[in-house]
Every structure is written in structure tokens, then in C-alpha cells.
């Protein structure tokens, strides 16, 4: 750091004179290639120490045995029979199913519920500024503390969810635990997540929609088009690429979804809200298998890693709109 | 101006009539109340006795009371009313609503040293964060890197990893390093992870500021250094503080690392709030006060952001 911002000060004399020379200026100023490489060297060196390198250092781990509660076991090279395991596990592949049916799920419900607000308020009617704030604010909030006072809210005898739906519907509110039965806990994560990220889907597609010139309104009006009409041939196909990046972003926050739903359900009951990431955890936290749970998050890295190329290929496209 | 033109003739047209502003104003504020509702129950349970929080049915008109709060700042200990009656009369109003529960404070909870840390981390993150990512960002709006694209994808591809994954070898490194459980530890870890968006946002608001500013600085003598102090860094304030806010946010909420790198010295608000427990498990009033202290912030940083929001949750490609 201090490489950087020395030249700064020796560069700096008094300030009320600035009219310097040309050819002083290229002498005692650094040249722009050393400047560009001075000031990106430090981001890219520190993500090679904290992502790259422990990176390259899982890889190597994924080929072992390791497994830290029996560190005094030798360390052996096993090749790919981690990633053989893992593959052929039939509990993995449940885990993945786990996971694509709650991103699926929530991703599908948010955008519904997203993209509807999105239209209602684009009516921009009186306060809607305020009610878009309040509707935003528990997106910004931690993940972890959301689904721990959830579990509050979802309490069988003396959460007031249950009591609500009791009041509605006349079914006992002890009669079913959002969090504790295995047929209800997969929604409860489902909703849980809807009710944090459905603001998300609907401010990118407020974006979109607002994106979309009132001009070509007026040209469907001359031309008649019903309200219908419009809907289907203007307001959808433009808002499209907002709302793909929505689907992608969320598509990937869910999928290596952890925190919210650890202290939600922490994977229950039994197994049915056990997603990937908790999976992992388990293996790699309170299993310690090292070696096996490492070849699992190179697996979820190479398939992140191929949704992140696809989002910020959207990215740019929706940057040049 | 023929924009402006247009538009005013086009509400005319295109804007809604008041019965549909009336009923989506409807709608969309129902679900608005509804939204809020979870959060307000937690800030009313902070104000709840613990019978009252437990209660059935669930209580919505209850008798305030401050014990939560004082539950979360103290450790207490049950004693005989013989005993809490032999005590010297209670000096302050918290010891005296706590011997009402045959307690006696013990000492104070683990909590502030938890919003500390919480606090040291949120914000030596955030500075390095925005620091070394307003440096990259404007290497890379102005100057020509080669394979910039893929640096930079190279850079946001980091921030999608699964936090779980990422601390597997994390954890191994920082065993070796000694950085287990250390707030210098959580602090790079929480830069390296926050620098990525600082880099994309940054460069987004740098984008922004027309080059001939700094041009005619540089061609009145100024160096490049000097240029980027006094010409384009005033001039992108705006974007830094906005870019800062969102780092702080990642930081301060953030829960996978937080769990499974620290255990006590440097365990931040998150791993912490759910383990707050009373006599017999979860005492929910004080964790109601821990999280409606800990979410506070949250909102008010919410409302100051409300302009820049778009961009920190799209990494700076969608502007308005």
C-alpha cells in the first residue's frame, strides 16, 4: 500500500502551482502503464491468496483421504475415487434434487411475486416510493438472523403463522409444524426465501420495465392494440433480460444456498431440506472428510463457476441497453 | 428537450387511470403491511416478558417491559427469595427488574464484545475493500489492461463461489497462518470476498465521470496521481460511500464464514444471536433485542441507499 501512495506524495508539491512542464510531468510522474498495473495489483493479488491458491490447494485435497479427525492416519493419494464416490453416491444426488427443486421452487415463485409488485407499482401511484422501500427491506437483511426469528415466527403452539392460518382456515395451529413436517419444510424454505428475495426479482424488473420507452405505448395506442396485447408484445419481451438476470442471480445465490436454511430447519427434518451446501458443511465440518468433502466443492465450483459465465454474459447485455 | 415534450403528452396516453392507481396502490400496499409484519413482531417480542413472548395464543397487546434487553446485556443467576431479600436494596432499575425474577446479575453477556467485533470486522473490511477496489476500478475504466474482461470476470467470479466450499481450504490456511478465529482473519477473508463488488461497482460510478475533466488536469501540468486525487476522487464520493455501505452490509451480515472460522475471540452477531439462551432454551425477548439492535442499522443504511440499491445488487450494470 504504501508503494502507492508514496510516488503520490512525492509528486505532490505545493498545490497552488500546478502549471508544471510537459516534460517535467513525464519525469516525475509514473507512466499510466505503471500506474494501471500499481493499482490492480494488489485486488488480484490478494484474491490469489485468499481464493486461488486455497483454490489450488482443495484440488490437490480432492485426490487425498484426508480426513481431519483421523489427521494420524497417512495421507494417501486416492485419484479420482473421491469424485467417484461422490458421483455414484445416491445421497448426493438426492441432496442436488433437494437443491434444484428449492431453487426451482423459490426462484419461480419470486419472479411471479416479483414481477407482479413490478407492475403494480410502475402504476406509480401516490407513496409508492415508501411502500417499494419498506417492501425492499428484507432483502437487506442477514440472511442467518431471517431464518433464525423465522423460526419464531413458525413455532407450532405460539408463533403467530400458525395462528394465522388457525384463524383462517379453523385447523388446529398445533396441528402442524411448518419447520418440523417433513411434507411442509421444503415450502417453508421455499417461502421463507420468497418472502426475503421477491423484492430483489421486482426492483431489476421495476428497471426494466421503466427502461421501456412510453413512445412505443403511444404506437401500440394508435395501432389499437388492447391493454392484452401490449402486455405480451411489449412489456414482457423487453423486460425479458432484466428478469434473466434476476432468474440467474438468484438461481445461483439458492443453489449454494446455506445460511438462512441452516438455522432455519438445519436440513431437517431427517434430511428434507438437507440442500448442498449443508451437505457439505456436515461432511466438511463435522465429519471432517477433507479429501471427499473437497472433491464435492470443486464439483459445486466448476457449476457455479459455468452459471457466473452465463450471468455475466447477461451482465454486459443489459449493460448496453 | 423534445424528450420532455414527449413525455408530458405521452401520461395523456400511457398513464394510468386513477381507479387502476387506486387498486394497484392497493394491492401493493397490503402486501407491504404483510411483509412488515414478521419484522414487527420480532421488535415487539424484544418488549416482551418471557411468559408473554411463549404465550397462547400468541400476544399482541402485552405489558412492556425491558427485560429482554436487559437479558441480552447480562448473565444472571437464579437465587432463593431469602437470599435477593437479605441483599442491599438494588442501585439501579435493571437489578431491580431482574431480582423481580428471583435474579441476580452475575456480569455482562458476551454481546458487546460480539457488536464489537462485528463492528471492527464490518468496517476494516470495508475500508480495505473500497480502497484497493477504487484503485482497480479506475485502472480499469481508464487505462487499457490487457484481457480486462477477464480479469474482471475472473474478479466477480470469485464472490459467487459457495461460501461453504471457499471455507474448506480457508480453514486449512488459516490453521497453518494462525489466523483461526482472529479478527485480522475475517477481515481479509470478508475484502477478498467484498473488493469484487467494490471493483464492479466502482468502476460503474468511475464510468460515469467524463475523462475530459481529468484530461484537462493533466494537460495543466497535474500528474495522473494528482488528477485522480483532486479531479475524479471529489467527483466520485457519491459512488464510494454508496460502494462502502454495500461492503458493510456484505460484511455485517454475513454468516457461512462467520460460523465455521470463529468460535469465541472473533465470532461477529450473526453466529451469535441464534445461541442466546435463557433458562431452558431460546430466550426469545433477548434474541427479539439482539436482532431488532442488529437490524436497525440495516434499515437505516436501506433508506440512505434507496437510489443506489439497483446498482449494488446488479454489480453496477442496471442504473435506473
Known sequence: MTTISQPDHATMPGVSTPVKSRAARRVRGLSDRTIAWLFVAPTIALLLAINIFPLIWMIRLSFTNLNLSMSYLPLRFVGLDNFRDILTDEDVWFRLQTTAQFVISSVALQVVVGFGLALLINRQFRGHSFWTTIILLPMMLSPAVVGNFWTLLLQPQIGPFNYLISLFTGVPPSSFSMTGQVSLAPWTIVLVDTWMWAPYVMLICLAGLRSIPDYIYEAAEVDRASAWRQFWSITLPMTVPFLMLAVLFRAIENFKMFDMVNLLTSGGPGSTTELVSISLKRAAFEKWRTGYSSALAIILFVTVFGAANIYVKTLNKVKQR | ?320
Open chain 2, 1 to 320: 428537450m423534445t424528450a420532455a415534450a414527449t413525455r408530458s403528452t405521452a401520461h395523456s396516453i400511457v398513464e394510468a387511470s386513477p381507479r387502476t392507481k387506486a387498486f394497484a396502490g392497493g394491492l401493493v400496499i397490503l402486501y407491504a403491511v404483510i411483509t412488515i409484519l414478521p419484522l414487527l413482531w420480532i421488535v415487539a417480542t424484544a418488549f416482551k416478558s418471557q411468559s408473554d413472548a411463549i404465550a397462547y395464543p400468541p400476544k399482541v397487546i402485552f405489558e412492556p417491559t425491558l427485560e429482554g434487553y436487559v437479558n441480552l446485556f447480562t448473565v444472571r443467576t437464579r437465587q432463593t427469595p431469602d437470599f435477593i431479600a437479605k441483599l442491599p436494596p438494588p442501585e439501579t432499575w435493571y437489578d431491580q427488574l431482574v431480582r423481580k425474577r428471583d435474579m441476580v446479575i452475575a456480569g455482562p453477556s458476551k454481546v458487546v464484545p460480539r457488536f464489537v467485533n462485528s463492528l471492527i470486522i464490518g468496517f476494516g473490511s470495508t475500508f480495505l475493500a473500497v480502497f484497493l477496489g477504487t484503485l482497480a476500478a479506475y485502472a480499469f475504466s481508464r487505462f487499457r489492461i490487457p484481457l480486462a474482461d477477464d480479469l474482471l470476470f475472473f474478479i466477480l467470479s470469485t464472490r459467487m463461489m459457495p461460501p461453504v466450499a471457499v471455507a474448506i481450504p480457508i480453514y486449512l490456511m488459516y490453521r497453518q497462518l494462525n489466523l483461526t478465529d482472529t479478527r485480522l482473519g475475517m477481515i481479509l477473508l470478508y475484502t477478498a470476498v467484498n473488493v469484487s463488488l467494490a471493483v464492479w461497482l466502482l468502476k460503474g460510478f468511475i464510468d460515469e465521470i467524463p475523462r475530459e475533466y481529468e484530461e484537462a488536469a493533466l494537460v495543466d501540468g497535474y500528474t495522473r496521481l494528482q488528477a485522480l486525487r483532486k479531479v475524479v476522487l471529489p467527483q466520485a464520493v457519491t459512488g464510494i460511500a454508496a460502494t462502502a455501505i454495500f461492503c458493510l452490509i456484505f460484511s455485517w451480515n454475513e454468516y457461512a464464514f462467520a460460523v465455521l472460522l470463529t468460535s469465541g475471540e472473533a465470532q461477529t452477531m450473526p453466529p451469535f444471536i441464534p445461541f442466546i439462551i435463557g433458562e431452558g432454551g431460546q430466550d426469545w425477548p433477548a434474541v427479539a433485542a439482539a436482532t431488532t439492535l442488529f437490524v436497525v442499522p440495516i434499515v437505516m443504511f436501506t433508506v440512505l441507499l434507496r437510489k443506489h440499491l439497483l446498482r449494488g445488487i446488479t454489480f453496477g450494470a442496471v442504473r435506473k
